[in-house]
């Protein structure tokens, strides 16, 4: 915790998230992935104010927790599961 609604790392310091099988999670009934719909909300600044981040539902005063100073990045598969 950096300050009030605010989350990352210490100050001066960067972490790096690695998210393997980014391919992997199966789709619901409507068609999302929700793993992905997670990440993609961490990601998004554009959607989300300032570099992204995601809803407390339990904190009416500030329900936006940013992110801050996370690099993310992921490896996934060939499609149609060709893994030999």
């Not at 980014?22 to 929700?34: D, H, I, S």
Request: glycine content about 12%; overall charge positive; charged content about 25%.
């Amino acid at each position: 915790r950096r300050r009030k609604g605010v989350y990352g790392p210490p100050f001066g310091k960067l972490c790096v998230l690695m998210v393997d099988d980014l391919n992997m999670p199966n789709k619901e009934t409507y068609g999302a992935q929700p793993p992905i719909e997670i990440l993609r909300q961490m990601i998004d600044a554009r959607a989300y104010p300032e570099s992204g981040g995601w809803y407390d539902r339990k904190d009416v005063t500030h329900p936006f927790r940013s992110i801050i100073d996370v690099l993310l990045f992921a490896a996934m598969g060939p499609p149609g599961g060709g893994r030999t």
